[in-house]
C-alpha cells in the first residue's frame, strides 16, 4: 500500500484553503504491509486522471492489467464526453435530463454510496470540532476511481474537506503536485496520522482500517468500480470534469459546507458544480443511517439534501436548482447580484 508519512501534523494543510509550504523530500517515507521502508523502495500507485494514461510513484509495478486499461480508457473517455456536456454549466438546463441523468447515474451504483454503516455511531465529530480533524480528499467529481472514495466515505459516515481538482484547475492541483509529488486523483490526506496517499483501492482500505471499528467495505464496493464505476461519469456527460472558464480565480475566505450522500442524484449535481467552480467544501455525509442526520434536521428542520451553507455570505439554500444558480452567480469572476 504506497502511503507517504508527512513530517509532521503541521505539516499538512491548515483548515484555511492556502497550502501548506514547506515539504522536505527527506520527510516522504512509504510502507509495504504496514512497515515503514525506504523511499527508495518506492512503490507503483495508479490512479485516474484524465490528462494521462498509468500513473507511477516509483519504478516497481504490481498493479493489475485492468487497472491500467480503464485508466487508459478514462484518459480518452473524458475528452469525448467533453463535446456531449452542454457546454456552460451555469446556462439555464433542461431540469428533467438533469434528473433523470442523476437518477440513472444513483440505479448504476446502487446500493453503494447511499447508506452510513456505522450503526449510529460516527467515528468523527458532527461538529466543527478539531479533534478529530477532518481528513482533506483531492478529487474531481467525473473520476470513477474519486466516486469510489467518496461512496466509501458515505459508508463510514465520515465528514471531509474536499478539495475539486477540475481539468484546468488553478490551485488544488498545483497543491496536489507540491504536497505529494504527482498529479494523480484521489489524493487523501489524513492529518490524525500524518499519512498521505494516491490509489483510490488503497485510500477505501486504509479508511476501513482507521475508522472502519473492524467493519469491511460493502460487499462489491471495490470490484464494481471497474464495471459500472463509469456509469455516472457517462450518463453525466462529464459534468464535474473540467474548471468553468469564468469561475472565480481566488478561493472564498471560508469553505463552503455541503450536506449530501455520494449517491443522491441531486447532491450530485450540486458537487459537480462546486467541481466546475473549484471550491473547497466541507462535506457532511449523510447517508441512510448516518449519526450527523440528527444535525441536519437540527438546522433544516428536514433531512433532504443538498444542503449548502455559504457562511462567506450567510447563505443556506436546499433546494439544487437554487443552489446551482447561486453558485454560479456568486463564484463568476464577474459575479452578479443573487
Known amino acids: 500500500m504506497p502511503l507517504i508519512s508527512l513530517a509532521s501534523s503541521q505539516s499538512v494543510l491548515s483548515s484555511s484553503t492556502n497550502p501548506a509550504h514547506n515539504f522536505s523530500s527527506l520527510s516522504h517515507r512509504f510502507s509495504r504491509n504496514g512497515n515503514w521502508v525506504s523511499g527508495r523502495n518506492r512503490l507503483h500507485a495508479k490512479s485516474a486522471d484524465p490528462d494521462g494514461g498509468t500513473s507511477q510513484v516509483g519504478d516497481a509495478s504490481s498493479e493489475s492489467k485492468s487497472g491500467s486499461a480503464s ?7 473524458c475528452p469525448l464526453l467533453k463535446l456531449f456536456s452542454g457546454g456552460d454549466p451555469s446556462r439555464e438546463r433542461n ?53 469510489r ?30 504536497l505529494g509529488g504527482k498529479e494523480l486523483f484521489p489524493f487523501l490526506i489524513d492529518p490524525n496520522t500524518g499519512v498521505s ?29 471497474l464495471i459500472t464505476g463509469w456509469m455516472p461519469t457517462i450518463f453525466r456527460a462529464g459534468r464535474g470534469m473540467t474548471l468553468w472558464e469564468k469561475a472565480r480565480p481566488d478561493p472564498p475566505s471560508k469553505k463552503l459546507e455541503l450536506f449530501s450522500y455520494e449517491n443522491n442524484p441531486y447532491a450530485r ?19 441512510d443511517g448516518s449519526s450527523r442526520t440528527k444535525l441536519l434536521v437540527d438546522i433544516t428542520g428536514s433531512k433532504e439534501v443538498p444542503y449548502l451553507i455559504d457562511p462567506n455570505t450567510g447563505t443556506q439554500i436546499g ?20
Open 319 to 338: 433546494d439544487y436548482k437554487k443552489i446551482l444558480s447561486y453558485l454560479f452567480q456568486t463564484y463568476s469572476a464577474s459575479p452578479s447580484p443573487v
Open 71 to 77: 485508466t487508459s480508457f478514462l484518459s480518452v473517455l
Open 95 to 147: 431540469d428533467t435530463l438533469e434528473v433523470v441523468t442523476s437518477s440513472l447515474s444513483t440505479l448504476a451504483r446502487l446500493p453503494w454510496g447511499s447508506r452510513s454503516l456505522s450503526e449510529g455511531s460516527d467515528t468523527q465529530e458532527t461538529s466543527n470540532s478539531d479533534s478529530p480533524t477532518r481528513l482533506q480528499l483531492f478529487e474531481f467529481e467525473a473520476c470513477p476511481f474519486c466516486r
Open 269 to 287: 449535481i450540486v458537487r459537480e458544480a462546486l467541481c466546475e467552480l473549484e471550491l473547497p467544501y466541507i462535506l457532511q455525509n449523510v447517508g
Open 149 to 178: 472514495v467518496r461512496e466509501a466515505i458515505t459508508e463510514l459516515d465520515l465528514s471531509v474537506e474536499v478539495f475539486p481538482c477540475p481539468k484546468g484547475s488553478i490551485r488544488h492541483r498545483e497543491m496536489v503536485r507540491r
Open 197 to 225: 496517499m494516491y490509489e483510490s483501492g488503497d485510500i477505501v482500505n486504509y479508511l476501513f482500517q482507521q475508522y472502519g471499528k473492524g467493519r469491511s467495505p460493502s460487499t462489491g464496493l471495490l470490484e464494481s468500480t
